[in-house]
């Protein structure tokens, strides 16, 4: 450190929900032993939002990082594991298909996979046969199936990829336990006022009990109340409604009435749709939906008409609006979580997006001078994965046969970002796609939505042309092999029970 450069001493993380305790729990890992007094300041009162249950593989690193044992880890949580999310009613109604994590294939030649698929598919399509049916991931899924990964590069079980539903309650607490054995303070009571200085920067929170917590820097993780990067900074929020139209959720869990499958399920409805979260213990539920489409009572109704198992709680109303914070951030304070933006859960980005925030904050970690550039390549960073994942979410609802209902008719004919626009066409011509910069959502996952929610290249890349020949023979061989290691894989569920009983 530079002569007169000062460190940071102190971080006051407003917020104990997910993105809170996870924040805690991370720079505690990384921060106290360099002597930063970390306190997490929380309320009982105004509670959590407590729905967040689904989550996309990048989660494990996380486990990783924190010395997580993930057996542990799944007895504590409730947890199953997550092969993908199974899209139901969404190109039609009763369509369905699968986006999996992981990649489609092995490598052929220079081309990715799915342009040589798409080359047999349209030379041979006895031969190529469903996307799908080169995903081990896919195929374990459809079979209720669950192992974890091989190390060895030349098992086909090394191209497995999974990540966790667990209980969000439980998750918190569980990371909470890391945070205050790492050294993290505690501190509970509602936040009433904000001190600031005159440069505008925060000085302390004052608890209802009249304490006053002061830190350096602030992480804001009070969810959507964004008490300090709104509510006492003013950052200002841009609003993506328009894209994006579902402002509402109701949730509702369910008592088990299954074994749990290894997936998602997310079911379209008339204005929005339903998430099927299978954990140990009980069955997430809740009905995403747009409020200009729809009345509350009725999404109430279309939850409560197709959930199977006992209602384990009242049915709970949440109200969100898709965009992000203008910075995230601003001054000495950063938003994380709910309080720096909101996607809705469609394909459980939003744990992912606070993991992403926090690996970002330790690459960029201040000093007290807060330098802008370092602020300033953090925001922009945030909001170009924000903005991919955007594009990602838009395109579930854009690309479709869907138009039964003024709701599909509105999100199949809105313009749509340029961004977004220019991907569906050069997907459209000849079957391309190319990652750009911050992209969380890579060429299988897009390929498997496109192709899901029925959009068709028009062409075919004519390299992948010229192998048709040899492609015949290899292609159903691959997926032969897929079919033989699925078969030898154990069920999902007896997969869970060896994880309960591993001490
Ligand atoms: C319907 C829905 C479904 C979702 N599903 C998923 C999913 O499947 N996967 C996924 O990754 N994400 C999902 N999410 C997002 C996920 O729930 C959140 O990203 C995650 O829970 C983090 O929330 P949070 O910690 O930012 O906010 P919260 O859970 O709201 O926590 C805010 C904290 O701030 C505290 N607080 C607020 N104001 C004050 C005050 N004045 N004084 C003191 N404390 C205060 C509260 O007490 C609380 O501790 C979903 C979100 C919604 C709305």
Redesign the pocket.
């Given at each position: 450190m530079n002569v007169g450069q000062k460190g940071i001493s102190s971080i006051a993380i407003?917020?104990?929900?997910?993105?809170?305790w996870m924040a805690a729990a991370v720079l505690a890992k990384a921060l106290v032993a360099q002597g930063i007094a970390i306190t997490v300041?929380?309320?009982?009162t105004?509670?959590?939002?407590?729905?967040?249950?689904?989550?996309i593989p990048p989660i494990r690193d996380m486990n990783t990082l924190l010395g997580i044992d993930e057996d542990a880890f799944v007895r504590a949580t409730g947890a199953t594991f997550k092969l993908g999310i199974s899209f139901e009613n969404w190109r039609a109604r009763g369509h369905s298909y699968f986006h999996p994590f992981g990649r489609f294939g092995a490598d052929i030649g220079s081309l990715p996979f799915h342009s040589y698929w798409q080359a047999l598919r349209a030379t041979d399509p006895a031969s190529a046969g469903p996307l799908t049916s080169y995903s081990l991931t896919a195929m374990a899924a459809a079979a209720g199936k669950f192992c974890r990964p091989s190390p060895d590069p030349r098992n086909p079980l090394s191209n497995l990829s999974y990540a966790f539903h667990f209980d969000?309650g439980r998750y918190a607490q569980y990371l909470r336990s890391l945070a205050e054995a790492g050294g993290v303070v505690r501190r509970e009571?509602?936040?009433?006022d904000v001190g600031m200085t005159d440069a505008g920067f925060i000085r302390d929170v004052m608890?209802e009990s009249g304490k006053r917590v002061a830190a350096d820097f602030f992480i804001d993780?009070?969810?959507?109340?964004g008490?300090l990067i709104e509510g006492a900074i003013k950052t200002g929020y841009e609003d993506w409604s328009q894209w994006l139209p579902c402002d509402s959720?109701i949730?509702m869990p369910t008592a088990r009435a299954a074994d749990p499958a290894p997936f998602t399920r997310s079911i379209a409805e008339e204005a929005g749709w339903q998430?099927r979260?299978p954990l140990q213990h009980r069955m997430g539920n809740?009905h995403?939906f747009a409020s200009a489409f729809t009345t509350n009572d009725n999404a109430e109704r279309v939850l409560r008409s197709s959930v199977t198992g006992v209602p384990l709680a009242e049915a709970r109303l949440?109200r969100?609006t898709a965009g992000r914070r203008r910075k995230a951030w601003n001054k000495n304070v950063l938003a994380?979580?709910?309080?720096g933006g909101?996607l809705?859960?469609l394909e459980?980005?939003?744990?992912?997006?606070?993991q992403s925030a926090l690996t970002r904050l330790l690459a960029l970690f201040p000093d007290r001078a807060f330098a802008p550039a370092d602020i300033a390549y953090f925001n922009r960073a945030t909001a170009t994965e924000y903005e991919r994942i955007r594009d990602f979410l838009i395109m579930h609802y854009h690309v479709t046969e869907r138009d039964d209902t003024v709701f599909w008719r509105y999100v199949r004919t809105m313009t749509v970002p340029d961004t977004l626009a220019e991907r569906l066409e050069l997907y459209r011509s000849r079957g391309r796609f190319f990652p750009e910069a911050l992209d969380l959502f890579l060429e299988p996952s897009w390929i498997a939505v496109m192709e899901g929610q029925g959009l068709r290249p028009t062409g075919v890349d004519p390299m992948a042309m010229a192998a048709t020949d040899q492609l015949s023979a290899l292609l159903p061989r691959m997926h032969q092999t897929i079919s033989r290691t699925v078969e030898r894989m154990p069920t999902h569920a007896a997969f869970i029970g060896q994880a309960l009983t591993a001490k």
């Amino acid at each position: 450190m530079n002569v007169g450069q000062k460190g940071i001493s102190s971080i006051a993380i407003i917020g104990g929900g997910t993105a809170g305790w996870m924040a805690a729990a991370v720079l505690a890992k990384a921060l106290v032993a360099q002597g930063i007094a970390i306190t997490v300041v929380e309320s009982d009162t105004i509670g959590t939002v407590g729905v967040g249950e689904a989550t996309i593989p990048p989660i494990r690193d996380m486990n990783t990082l924190l010395g997580i044992d993930e057996d542990a880890f799944v007895r504590a949580t409730g947890a199953t594991f997550k092969l993908g999310i199974s899209f139901e009613n969404w190109r039609a109604r009763g369509h369905s298909y699968f986006h999996p994590f992981g990649r489609f294939g092995a490598d052929i030649g220079s081309l990715p996979f799915h342009s040589y698929w798409q080359a047999l598919r349209a030379t041979d399509p006895a031969s190529a046969g469903p996307l799908t049916s080169y995903s081990l991931t896919a195929m374990a899924a459809a079979a209720g199936k669950f192992c974890r990964p091989s190390p060895d590069p030349r098992n086909p079980l090394s191209n497995l990829s999974y990540a966790f539903h667990f209980d969000a309650g439980r998750y918190a607490q569980y990371l909470r336990s890391l945070a205050e054995a790492g050294g993290v303070v505690r501190r509970e009571g509602r936040i009433v006022d904000v001190g600031m200085t005159d440069a505008g920067f925060i000085r302390d929170v004052m608890i209802e009990s009249g304490k006053r917590v002061a830190a350096d820097f602030f992480i804001d993780c009070s969810g959507f109340h964004g008490l300090l990067i709104e509510g006492a900074i003013k950052t200002g929020y841009e609003d993506w409604s328009q894209w994006l139209p579902c402002d509402s959720a109701i949730a509702m869990p369910t008592a088990r009435a299954a074994d749990p499958a290894p997936f998602t399920r997310s079911i379209a409805e008339e204005a929005g749709w339903q998430w099927r979260i299978p954990l140990q213990h009980r069955m997430g539920n809740g009905h995403v939906f747009a409020s200009a489409f729809t009345t509350n009572d009725n999404a109430e109704r279309v939850l409560r008409s197709s959930v199977t198992g006992v209602p384990l709680a009242e049915a709970r109303l949440l109200r969100f609006t898709a965009g992000r914070r203008r910075k995230a951030w601003n001054k000495n304070v950063l938003a994380i979580g709910l309080a720096g933006g909101f996607l809705e859960p469609l394909e459980s980005t939003s744990i992912h997006l606070v993991q992403s925030a926090l690996t970002r904050l330790l690459a960029l970690f201040p000093d007290r001078a807060f330098a802008p550039a370092d602020i300033a390549y953090f925001n922009r960073a945030t909001a170009t994965e924000y903005e991919r994942i955007r594009d990602f979410l838009i395109m579930h609802y854009h690309v479709t046969e869907r138009d039964d209902t003024v709701f599909w008719r509105y999100v199949r004919t809105m313009t749509v970002p340029d961004t977004l626009a220019e991907r569906l066409e050069l997907y459209r011509s000849r079957g391309r796609f190319f990652p750009e910069a911050l992209d969380l959502f890579l060429e299988p996952s897009w390929i498997a939505v496109m192709e899901g929610q029925g959009l068709r290249p028009t062409g075919v890349d004519p390299m992948a042309m010229a192998a048709t020949d040899q492609l015949s023979a290899l292609l159903p061989r691959m997926h032969q092999t897929i079919s033989r290691t699925v078969e030898r894989m154990p069920t999902h569920a007896a997969f869970i029970g060896q994880a309960l009983t591993a001490k």
